[in-house]
């Protein structure tokens, strides 16, 4: 993805000011969910041209997961980008934060986007990108940043100015992670080159629970076995069950193991569905796992047009 025309702005860090901000609260997100994602039987996300992402940014997306919680498995971090981000973590954060490598496919995107004339991702296309990355954490900010590199290919870092500056950039996106409360904390980055320059970006979550076993595709009345494991303290936990028409709470009880074990069955009709986990971490109750999963109809691979219109409220506030 090249720089536009008038070449990148200064290498100074640009980072989205949503921060402190409830990123897509419960209400936002259903009403995102039941526009472009529950639409049953609907065309929703199609795939093929027309999607307004170039071949690289469509690259990264191309890895996304056909379950929640994937495999530890990340080709999107720059080894020398996460190590400079994680020693500037102070020891308490360091103990409430953890690298989730799903999210450096999100973070990946978000770099892809901003290479291309600084295009800043907007809230709900950023949840977009959670969901095909397959992470079950709920979006709590990103950073973008332009460098001026020396050396490196694609994904590697330079020496000398361009390395001075990830350190210094690193320290204050840390920073951020910092200020932000829980032991819930998780983290994506990535670093890609456009041109003679480096775009690099980290990307933050709330995530309340490791998902084990749940794909995203099942079929129409299949099962919907799949367990939860609290990374919180979670209290009054129930599950709000998809169904045609209206759908259905579910208490969650503990198993002795802490871990919350959910046997039911997917909807008959196919369609995509919102699955949701409500219940309080320390906090007033909300909601604490948000999930689409399609059922008889494939997941799709590219964002909804309607997701892409970038962030021109965090450009403007960002100056030229």
């Known amino acids: 993805m090249a720089p536009s025309t008038g070449g990148p702005p200064s290498p100074q860090p640009r980072s989205q000011p949503w921060y402190g901000r409830s990123v897509l609260q419960r209400p936002q997100l259903r009403a995102l969910a039941l526009g472009l994602f529950v639409s049953v039987g609907g065309a929703g996300c199609a795939g093929g041209s027309g999607h307004g992402l170039d071949a690289r940014a469509m690259a990264v997306l191309a890895a996304g997961s056909s379950v929640y919680s994937p495999p530890a498995v990340s080709a999107a971090a720059d080894p020398t980008f996460v190590a400079a981000f994680e020693a500037s973590l102070d020891p308490e954060t360091r103990q409430r934060a953890r690298h989730e490598p799903a999210l450096d496919t999100v973070a990946g995107a978000v770099a892809e986007i901003f290479s291309d004339g600084s295009k800043h991702v907007s809230q709900p296309l950023t949840q977009w990108l959670f969901w095909r990355s397959g992470s079950p ?3 709590a900010g990103h950073m973008e940043a332009w460098s001026r590199g020396g050396g490196g290919g694609r994904g590697r870092t330079g020496g000398g100015p361009d390395l001075e500056f990830l350190h210094e950039w690193s320290a204050g996106a840390a920073e951020r992670l910092a200020e932000k409360k829980g ?15 480096q775009a690099q970006a980290v990307v933050f979550g709330h995530e309340y629970f490791e998902v ?10 299949g099962p ?14 129930r599950l709000i069950l998809p169904a045609e028409g209206a759908s259905k709470e579910v208490p969650l009880v503990a198993r002795p193991d802490g871990t919350f074990f959910v046997a039911q069955s997917a909807p008959t009709a196919p369609g995509r569905y919102l699955l949701e986990v409500q219940g309080s971490a320390g906090g007033n109750p909300h909601a604490l796992l948000s999930l689409p999963i399609y059922v008889g109809v494939a997941e799709p691979t590219v964002p909804d047009p309607a997701l892409l219109v970038f962030d021109a409220e965090a450009q403007r506030g960002q100056g030229k």
């Open 137 to 139: 954490s709920i979006p």
């Open 183 to 197: 032991s819930h904390l998780v983290y994506g980055l990535a670093r890609v080159r456009a041109g003679k320059v």
């Open 212 to 221: 084990k076993g749940l794909p995203k595709q099942v079929a129409p009345g």
């Open 224 to 237: 919907l076995t799949f367990s939860l494991a609290p990374r919180a303290e979670v209290t009054g936990a």
